[in-house]
């Protein structure tokens, strides 16, 4: 949900293609948080493509602080990963509330909650203090699916 985007009411944060592509070609730094070092996690994976693209992404874990996931240091809370333009988050609904509020606090401008997760209360409010808001979507699958302004050099891809 944004001010800036055409809506699309079939998705359930209201974006068209148009506004997804926007906000991964202007979005550099990620805050993904509920970052996990299992390889067999949604996260992980997720975490390896962002950076494959060229993302500066910091895995946000306080109970793998300190720890290394694909060669970048794993940090406590979201403060401690700014600057930056998105929070990827990867934590159950109940759990989203307090997240998007201290993005809101650290100047985020994207708020971006994975596949499943779905909060109108919390996007109202990112929606209200001006960030861009992403639910029930993963970058995974839309990054490849627009292919936004081929901006970014995806490995062994030789495709126009």
């Not at 962002?50 to 992404?57: E, S």
Request: glycine residues 8%; contains cysteine.
């Amino acid at each position: 949900m944004t001010g800036r985007a055409q809506v699309d009411d079939s998705t359930a944060d209201g974006l068209d293609d148009t506004g997804v592509a926007a906000i991964l070609t202007r979005t550099r730094r990620i805050a993904l948080v509920g970052a996990s070092a299992k390889p067999e996690r949604a996260s992980n994976a997720v975490m390896r493509f962002l950076l494959d693209q060229g993302y500066d992404v910091v895995p946000v874990n306080p109970g793998l602080a300190g720890q290394t996931i694909h060669g970048r240091t794993v940090v406590a809370t979201i403060e401690q990963a700014v600057p930056l333009d998105m929070v990827d988050i990867f934590r159950a609904t109940d759990q989203v509330a307090p997240v998007v509020d201290e993005a809101i606090r650290l100047g985020a401008r994207t708020i971006w909650m994975q596949l499943g997760i779905v909060d109108p209360a919390s996007a109202a409010r990112a929606c209200a203090a001006g960030l861009s808001m992403v639910m029930d979507r993963c970058p995974k699958i839309e990054w490849p699916r627009l292919r936004p302004g081929r901006l970014r050099a995806v490995p062994g891809d030789t495709s126009p």
